[in-house]
Nanobody
């Protein structure tokens, strides 16, 4: 079992900044990737940013240049620095962790419960 816990969401004004954190714990063999997704009311969940085990990152076009994903490998924690926030960034942000089990030789995907981010004046 792997536990995924997000934190750092809240209410910010347009143009403001926020930093989200996600910590994974439990029976982790090795982490293939950690990433952030978001889901706004009435919309499908979409990828925001991912961080691979080799350090490569990927961003959605809508956040590229404004958001930065980083990772503390020793603590199995991933961060999302969100700058120049816009109202359209309002959503529940979910952390996703993909792990590989040496025991089963299979990969497993886990989701956090989400942390809400509201960008409004």
């Amino acid at each position: 079992q792997v536990q995924v816990v997000e934190s750092g969401g809240g209410l910010v004004q347009p143009g403001g900044s926020l930093r989200l954190s996600c910590a994974a714990s439990g029976s982790i063999g090795s982490i293939n990737s950690m990433g952030w997704y978001r889901q706004a009311p009435g919309k499908e969940r979409e990828l925001v940013a991912t961080y691979l085990s080799d350090g490569r990152t990927n961003y959605a076009d809508s956040v590229k240049g404004r958001f930065t994903i980083s990772r503390d490998n020793a603590k199995n924690t991933v961060f999302l620095q969100m700058n120049t926030l816009k109202p359209e960034d309002t959503a529940v942000y979910y952390c996703n962790v993909d792990v590989f089990s040496i025991v089963t030789m299979r990969s497993y995907n886990y989701w956090g419960q989400g942390t809400p981010v509201t960008v409004s004046s």
